[in-house]
């Protein structure tokens, strides 16, 4: 969007609350993994080093209870035959796993800071589309998902992704290599009592994959719940002050214990039946252990094995079982993951704008001649709020837009701005249908300053500076005096480099308002849009402001959204709208004149004044 445009106006009385929910549908399960395991394949030699990593410190592992079982055959043969006992034998031994253990730990160091690589950089790609895909939504997506819900498919599932990309496909590469290297191991020393452990395998499957899908739903909703938390806090806190002032904290609470409480269901759920596979899992491998310690004993008494092999494969056993039992673990973070990675695909398939060319137009010599020819449009379906608009507004004329809330006076400027599309008929500046523009070019015609101020944290010179893209220093502060700011700027501690807080709280209303003006002014824009700009300011600012306003329309096209009707005497022309149509348009006298609604709105407005 063009720097001119300051912000998108919502549409008032369309934005989402926190019960309107995602409208995306759960993604498979198969599916959702395959594209997200699509996203690590720029990074494939990574992982490929991560896996020939994961083999050594896994190997080294894997070796060492065969060197101590040979320790303990040392032993007892010596004890059982009388002989001495051979210490160089041992130290030999000891010796071989002390290097096994130090490598075993260098090459799982370099593992986890290789995975931990892959997981950043594949999350961070995955966020940047991500945060282009916001930009490229149009604002009825925005209108129909809570802020907190995006913020939360932003921020919480992609961390959640992150998370289970570098610990879970870790465990799962070493888990892997650990299975195998054990089994091995085990059919080397005794294919028997391999056959004996092995039996516990098709049980371990059947646990992990009836608990994984069973387990899947409550994830995803666990996930739906947190977007719904986060958005109702989002809106809660952003509108403090009207939550007090309404009395409205105890339904608040209400509402968020609602709310918290189904989260904790949903949470609960997910974690209890994920977390039942963890005992099943060592239920299973102790099974396990108590076969090898049975049939390994009358293995030896047989003299068929050594007893440190059997100590060995005791070992191997327990190797075997960690693994199959941190599928548990392995398991709950991959579900996670793809209940997020769900909502993020939803988010990133989502339909956005259609992607223009600049057209073959010189913007520079479009002079704001705007016509509207039978312009309808709804923001729902079926639902039209402007039902059959046609009006001529000359290039450097001044339109004031008056009527009831609701009556479409925003709506308007959404479809100048082109934020919305029409529905029907068509919006020309100067002939040029506007959807033969591209959005840049439209809205970089435009400079809006709104009722509801909008200012990004930083210096206030650049805040101002947002107007137009390379501006000088000295355009800046002639933008600044034109909006009457200089002054109070210069009264701060540091002037133009004062640094905004959040919502630039620490000015007052009125001063962040003459900011968002210095800013349409230094954009010198076609057309100007003006929201009840002035009204957060005192008389006497407010008849500079005027001044300012007055000597920035020149020869511009302006559209002013007027509430109070003094501030609009002198346009060039007037419309009166209600219920999406025109119903009055004229000069101040002529529509006065008409003691029509105009004139009572006008009238009634004086009598309050008045009293």
Do not use: C
């Not at 004996?196 to 009836?210: D, E, G, M, Q």
């Not at 959404?414 to 599309?421: D, G, I």
């Not at 101002?464 to 390379?470: F, K, L």
Request: no cysteine.
């Amino acid at each position: 969007m063009s720097r001119k445009a300051q912000t998108n106006p919502a549409p008032r009385g369309h934005g989402g609350g926190p019960h309107g929910m995602h409208g995306e549908k759960p993604k498979e399960f198969k599916k959702t993994l395959l594209r997200l395991t699509s996203y690590l394949k720029p990074r494939k030699y990574q992982i490929i080093f991560v896996s020939i990593a994961a083999l050594f410190a896994t190997l080294f592992n894997v070796i060492s209870p065969k060197v101590l079982g040979d320790a303990t055959t040392s032993i007892f043969n010596s004890i059982t035959s009388g002989t001495r006992v051979d210490f160089a034998f041992l130290q030999r031994l000891l010796l071989i796993l002390l290097g096994l253990y130090i490598l075993s730990a260098l090459f799982s160091y370099l593992q986890q800071y290789i995975m931990a690589s892959v997981a950043q950089k594949t999350t961070a790609e995955l966020r940047k589309q991500v945060n282009e895909k916001l930009t490229r939504l149009p604002l009825r997506y925005y209108d129909q998902h809570p802020h907190g819900d995006v913020l939360s498919r932003v921020i919480n599932d992609i961390d959640n992704i992150n998370n289970s990309i570098q610990q879970a496909l870790s465990q799962i590469i070493t888990s892997t290599i650990m299975i195998v290297g054990t089994i091995v191991m085990m059919l080397y020393i005794s294919p028997l009592l391999t056959l004996v452990v092995l039996i516990t395998f098709p049980l371990s499957a059947l646990v992990i994959r009836y608990i994984a899908v069973f387990s899947q739903k409550h994830f995803r909703d666990q996930q739906k719940e947190l977007g719904n938390v986060n958005g109702h806090i989002e809106e809660m806190f952003s509108g403090h002050q009207v939550v007090k002032a309404f009395g409205y904290e105890k339904a608040a609470i209400k509402q968020f214990d609602e709310m918290n409480e189904r989260l904790y269901e949903s949470g609960w759920k997910a974690q209890f039946v994920s977390g039942i596979m963890m005992p099943l899992m060592t239920f299973v491998g102790n099974l396990g252990y108590v076969f090898v310690s049975i049939v390994g004993g009358i293995r030896v008494l047989s003299g068929h094995i050594n007893i440190g092999d059997v100590q060995a494969f005791i070992q191997y056993s327990q190797q075997l079982s960690q693994p199959m039992a941190q599928a548990a673990g392995i398991a709950n973070m991959i579900q996670t993951a793809l209940a997020s990675a769900e909502r993020v695909f939803a988010l990133l398939d989502e339909e956005e704008e259609k992607k223009e060319e600049l057209a073959p137009v010189n913007i520079d010599q479009l002079d704001g001649h705007i016509t509207f020819d039978h312009v309808r449009f709804g923001y729902e379906k079926g639902t039209p709020i402007i039902k059959d608009l046609s009006l001529d507004v000359q290039s450097g004329q001044t339109i004031a837009i008056v009527g009831p809330t609701g009556a479409g006076k925003t709506t308007i400027i959404n479809l100048l701005m082109r934020f919305y599309e029409l529905d029907s008929g068509s919006i020309s500046i100067d002939g040029k249908s506007l959807t033969d523009l591209s959005r840049e070019q439209a809205r970089s015609l435009f400079a809006m300053v709104l009722q509801d101020t909008w200012l990004f944290k930083g210096t206030i010179r650049e805040n101002i500076a947002y107007g137009r893209e390379g501006a000088s220093e000295e355009e800046i502060v002639q933008a600044a005096k034109s909006a009457y700011a200089d002054d109070f700027i210069r009264t701060l501690p540091d002037g133009y480099e004062t640094v905004l807080g959040e919502d630039a709280s620490n000015i007052s209303q009125g001063q962040r308002q003459l900011l968002t003006i210095a800013r349409a002014i230094l954009a010198d824009p076609k057309i100007l849009i003006l929201d009840e700009a002035t009204s957060s300011v005192d008389t006497r600012t407010e008849m500079n402001i005027q001044r300012a306003m007055n000597d920035l329309m020149v020869g511009r096209t302006s559209f002013v959204i007027a509430h109070r009707l003094s501030t609009i005497r002198d346009a060039d022309l007037i419309l009166v709208m209600n219920e999406g149509d025109i119903i009055e348009k004229g000069t101040h006298e002529e529509l006065l004149a008409q003691h029509g609604f105009y004139a009572d709105l006008y009238q009634s407005q004086f009598v309050v004044q008045a009293g």
